[in-house]
């Protein structure tokens, strides 16, 4: 099979077509994962990542958010620490150059709170939502408006400049399943959350569903629409969106990154390997970085013993065609 991969490669085949086609023996190819950085396994859980123009890193580790400098100079050190013991999840980096982060908690402790950091050590609570919920991940509209996504109540915040916020969508296709959770340990809905490169369409994942749901912001009553739905996305997590307008997913249950086109057709591009419950996926921003896709590998269920195995938390690259679109 080696000698008909080398071939294929020669001839110009994708990587991701060789990871469908031949699966592990194929992950030798150019647009394999590699790994940039490594967390200490067993101890905080990585969860996110995301970048800003200038090129810098940012992933959310346990209650922190770090940082790491552009062009693989140094490595990751503290911006700030959430001033309670609970899980710091979605990252972005705001219009007016600010990071902003969604907390939740696992325990009694109330952590359903978006947070602001402005420069080192400077963390004020920028909203507090539903404590019954738990918020995950984060998307800026062009007017600075936040969208969260809280996959336990199954809904999308909006929190307007000032952090006011309010419920924008609640539906049934944003609910996780109770019965049949992709995580095994609670219903996961509405999870990982992008716009589309012209912010006419919001894209969510739904992790206990298996889908990716497309938002249409031009209706007076926006609703969700199905774009796919397909068991290969069961467990899916974070999202992105490369020039084309092809979204990539991390799957988390699965240990796999996959793509859905405009039309709803999935492919998977990776899985295995160092990918270890991929739970959050970022184009780089910067001219030599726009065809990196960098995911969050967590480990989560590992760590947490609802899979077997030793959880190997990293931060992974991977080499992809089509650049990646801006972020807002």
Request: aromatic letters at 6%.
């Amino acid at each position: 099979m080696g000698s008909v991969r080398a071939t294929l490669i020669a001839a110009g085949l994708s990587c991701h077509l060789l990871l469908t086609a031949f699966g592990a023996e194929a992950r030798q190819c150019a647009g394999a994962p590699a790994v940039l950085a490594s967390f200490v396994s067993g101890q905080d859980i990585p969860e996110s990542v995301t970048t800003d123009d200038a090129g810098n890193l940012y992933v959310s580790v346990g209650n922190t958010v770090q940082i790491r400098p552009p062009g693989g100079a140094g490595t990751f050190s503290v911006l700030g620490t959430l001033p309670l013991p609970i899980a710091a999840l979605g990252i972005k980096v705001g219009p007016d150059g600010c990071v902003y982060n969604a907390s939740t908690s696992l325990s009694a402790v109330p952590g359903a709170f978006v947070w602001k950091m402005c420069g080192v050590d400077s963390v004020e609570a920028f909203a507090e939502l539903d404590q019954a919920g738990a918020p995950n991940d984060l998307a800026f509209d062009d007017d600075g408006s936040l969208f969260v996504t809280d996959p336990l109540l199954g809904l999308i915040w909006k929190l307007d400049t000032d952090g006011n916020p309010e419920v924008f969508l609640q539906h049934p296709l944003l609910g996780g399943d109770p019965a049949s959770p992709a995580l095994l340990f609670r219903q996961v809905g509405v999870n990982g959350i992008a716009f589309d490169k012209h912010h006419e369409n919001l894209f969510v994942s739904n992790t206990d569903s298996g889908t990716i749901l497309r938002i249409d912001l031009r209706a007076a009553a926006p609703v969700p629409v199905v774009l796919a739905r397909d068991p290969r996305l069961r467990g899916a997590d974070g999202i992105g969106f490369d020039r084309s307008g092809e979204l990539f997913v991390a799957v988390n249950a699965t240990d796999t990154v996959a793509s859905v086109d405009k039309r709803g057709h999935v492919r998977i591009l990776a899985t295995g390997g160092y990918l270890d419950g991929p739970s959050s996926v970022v184009f780089g921003a910067r001219p030599q970085d726009k065809h990196t896709l960098y995911v969050m590998s967590s480990a989560f269920s590992r760590t947490l013993g609802f899979q077997l195995g030793t959880p190997v938390p990293a931060l992974l690259t991977l080499r992809v065609a089509t650049p990646g679109s801006s972020l807002p």
